[in-house]
Each structure stands twice: as structure tokens, then as C-alpha cells.
């Protein structure tokens, strides 16, 4: 399909744009990179192997920055708060945690972080914690009692359950034990790239089921294995879905990150890469090493809007394109969190 610049700048100005991974955002004034690419609402990784005290620090800096640039971010903690930030051109800033660990085995700690802002906590990351296994951990093992009742509490709460980066006889558990829509904030088709990273075919019909979303993700490793990956490549993930399931599950989790090309030189990716496998956060079966190129046209958050025209040559009316960009999680926001 021929698609013009200004019907995909229209399209893009109108959408409420929604990232549901950047843990990017966290470093320095990178936030400005998802405002020049029309995006509505980040959410940077606030916590992830984080104990209490370190992670409550982090949301501290991030509120002190959120006031800092008043006028140009705005906490997110209801579906309300997207609306305004669309409306006043504002960066909304959600607060995700890529792992459960700073919960400490303490459930009444939940209360706290929804109280703080928190609105989506992700169970594992790729190892075993004391909710369930990760991705790319040796076992299977599903559900802990303790990660039944942080769901129920999560429920409870209105924190959105994200089961990425989780092993899959933890993710069935989850869905299963979870009362309201859970999310895939960041993950692929396992068809289409067989990476422990991502998911199966019985994972994205249970989570649909569920009425959830599956955030598609740019990390170049978990879109092909090709050496240099387009955008093209990433959509292929979206028809997938979309043919598997229906468009109304689909959304968008890039996963920018401070490690990926353009944004760290060679060497500091490399020290940063040889830090977690030594770790034991990554092995190198699942992350190969760098450089980590993001699919071409959208290599950086500033690159948004190309995804809209990506979507619109691709076949995709333009109000499947609003689903996928932003509405689709507003979706489930507005299921999960309370007002």
C-alpha cells in the first residue's frame, strides 16, 4: 500500500501512543527521545533484582524528575492520566518493575508501591525467584503459593500482573490464577524466532482468553535471527498475532535500552554484556552479544511514527493502527487499575 507522509503524521499525532517497556527512560533526559517520537506514555523499568530500599530510592529520583520536568511529564496511575497527558502533550510516565523481587516475600509491601505509583509488576526475570521460573531457568516449575497470593494481591490492589521474561508453566499458572487481564509487556512469537524470550502459540490464545495484551519487542535477538532486522520483521510478529488471535491483543514494548547501539558505544555494551552472564541474568544461548541494532526505521524511540507508516503499508486500517499503538493497553489498564 502506498502511504503518504501526511496520512501517517495525521495518524500518528492522533494516536495515543503507548510503550509498555523502556528501560532506557531511566537514564539521564533520554525520556526526550519518546516525546520527539510522539509517544504518550513510557514505562521505564523502575526496579528489577532491586531490594526495597534500593527500588523505593529509585522511584524517589524519578518522582523528584517528574517534578523537575513538570511540563513536560506526568505520572501515570489511572487510565484518566493517559487522556491528559495526550491532551497536554506530556510524556506519561508508568512505573514497571521487571521483576518481583522488591516485593521481599512481604506481600503488604504491594500496598506501598501502588500507593507510590507502581501500576505493573512483571514476575520474573529469566531466572527462579520465590513467585516462579523464569524464561531461561534450568527447570519448569509453575506457580509458587506465594506468587497465587502476590497475584490475588496485585488484583486486589490494581497492579497489572506482566508475565514476561517467565517460564512457561509460570505464565499458565498466572493466567490462570489471575481474576483480571494480565500482559506480555514485551515479548515475540516463538514461531517466528525460537527464543526462550518468547512466547508459544498456547501462551498468546491463553492470554487472549484472558482478554490481554501482547507487547511485540524490538531487541533484535527476539525478532529474527537475521543479522540485520527491519521493521518488517517486527510486524510479521503483529500479522502473526493478529491472524492467531485478533488485533485487540496486540501492543508495542520496545525495550530500549541504555546497551543498544546508537546509544552506548561498542565498548561499553560489551562490559555491560560480559557483566550479566557473569550474573547469571543472561546466558549467552538467548543474548548474543553486542552490537544490539533495533529493527531499521524505529532503531531509537524518536523513530516512533515510522512504526505507524510501517503498519499502514503493511494493510492495517487505521483503526487497527490506534489499537496496536495505545488503546488496546488502555484497554486492560482500565479493566486492572483502579480509579
Keep these: 500500500m502506498n502511504i503518504n507522509d501526511k496520512e501517517y503524521v495525521q ?4 494516536a495515543i501512543v503507548i510503550d509498555a517497556t523502556s528501560p532506557l527512560g531511566n537514564v539521564d533526559d533520554y525520556f526526550e527521545l519518546w516525546l520527539k517520537g510522539g509517544v504518550t506514555v513510557m514505562a521505564p523499568t523502575v526496579a528489577v533484582d532491586n531490594s526495597c530500599r534500593e527500588t523505593m530510592s529509585n522511584i524517589a529520583t524519578w518522582l523528584k524528575r517528574i517534578e ?36 521481599e516475600r512481604e506481600l503488604n509491601i504491594l500496598s506501598v508501591y501502588h500507593k507510590l505509583g507502581v501500576r505493573a509488576i512483571q514476575l520474573c526475570y529469566n531466572v527462579k525467584n520465590f513467585i516462579g521460573d523464569g524464561c531461561d531457568e534450568r527447570t519448569n516449575s509453575g506457580l509458587s503459593e506465594f506468587g497465587v497470593k502476590a497475584i490475588k494481591e496485585m488484583n486486589r490492589l490494581g497492579i497489572l500482573v506482566d508475565i514476561t521474561h517467565t517460564g512457561y508453566e509460570t505464565t499458565m499458572d498466572a493466567i490462570k490464577a489471575s481474576e483480571k487481564p494480565l500482559i506480555f509487556s514485551h515479548s515475540n512469537v516463538y514461531n517466528l524466532c525460537p527464543s526462550p524470550r518468547n512466547i508459544k502459540d498456547d501462551q ?3 492470554i487472549a482468553e484472558k482478554d490481554g495484551v501482547i507487547g511485540v519487542v524490538g531487541f533484535p535477538a527476539f525478532v ?18 493478529k491472524n492467531l488471535v485478533g488485533v485487540k491483543h496486540i501492543g508495542i514494548g520496545m525495550d530500549y535500552w541504555e546497551g543498544m547501539d546508537r546509544i552506548a558505544p561498542i565498548e561499553e555494551s560489551q562490559k555491560l554484556y560480559d ?65
Design 68 to 103: 523537575k520536568y513538570s511540563d513536560k511529564l506526568l505520572l501515570i496511575s489511572t487510565a484518566n492520566d493517559i487522556y491528559k497527558a495526550k491532551k497536554e502533550g506530556k510524556l506519561g510516565i508508568l512505573f514497571h518493575f521487571q521483576n518481583s523481587l522488591p516485593i
Design 11 to 14: 495518524l500518528h499525532q492522533k
Design 204 to 206: 498468546i490464545k491463553a
Design 275 to 339: 557483566s550479566l552472564i557473569s550474573a547469571g541474568k543472561w546466558t549467552k544461548n538467548v543474548y548474543p552479544p553486542p552490537p544490539w541494532t533495533f529493527p531499521t526505521s524505529v532503531e531509537d524511540p524518536s523513530k516512533f511514527s515510522n512504526l505507524t507508516r510501517a503498519l499502514l503499508k503493511r494493510g492495517y486500517s487505521e483503526e487497527e493502527v490506534l489499537l496496536i499503538l495505545g488503546e488496546n493497553f488502555i484497554r486492560v489498564y482500565k479493566e486492572v487499575w483502579k480509579p
Design 224 to 241: 529474527s535471527s537475521k543479522a540485520k532486522v527491519t521493521v518488517d520483521d517486527l510486524i510479521d510478529h503483529i500479522d502473526y498475532i
